[in-house]
């Protein structure tokens, strides 16, 4: 095998999909955080979106599955919580992604002070403000449910972490 470097390994992880929005890397979603490697072993750090995430094995075992494809042999995959994850890692192209699937991306978790700026967010079907939340609490932790008084369709929102 080539010389392994961090941006190859990077690459591969892009195969990587969050399970509940497939349209989405691991990457793009902001949950790897770094990349060792040491000789033949690749050691990757992750912080799941939250502690209790009931994808973690799932997400583990898929990242070490990609790369044993790409002939890395010892693959080791550590999950850290010194840096919280937030909305905030989530990339550009992750946030365009989560939009042409229907979900209303994140707004920037630093110019949230007060959760009446979630009210008013921009319907990813029609691009138009006049929505308005039903529910915080969506299908999982990190999604409320809003609805579009213009195009009249009810839609997902990534919420602010």
Request: charged share 25%.
């Amino acid at each position: 095998m080539k010389s392994l470097t961090t941006a190859i390994i990077y690459s591969w992880l892009e195969e990587v999909k969050d399970p509940e929005i497939p349209v989405l890397s691991l990457l793009d979603l902001g949950v790897i955080t770094a990349v060792h490697i040491d000789g033949e072993m690749v050691q990757i750090e992750m912080t799941p979106t939250f502690v209790g995430c009931p994808a973690l094995d799932m997400m583990k075992n898929e990242i070490s599955d990609v790369l044993h494809r790409h002939g890395v042999s010892e693959v080791e995959v550590k999950v850290s919580f010194r840096e919280p994850w937030s909305s905030d890692k989530i990339s550009e192209k992750g946030k365009l992604a989560l939009k042409n699937f229907g979900l209303a991306p994140p707004p920037s978790g630093k110019i949230i002070s007060d959760l009446t700026l979630l009210e008013h967010v921009a319907c990813p079907r029609c691009n138009n403000t006049n929505t308005e939340i039903r529910n915080f609490f969506g299908p999982t932790l990190c999604r409320s449910i809003h609805y579009c008084l213009d195009c009249q369709e009810a839609f997902e929102q990534f919420k602010p972490l």
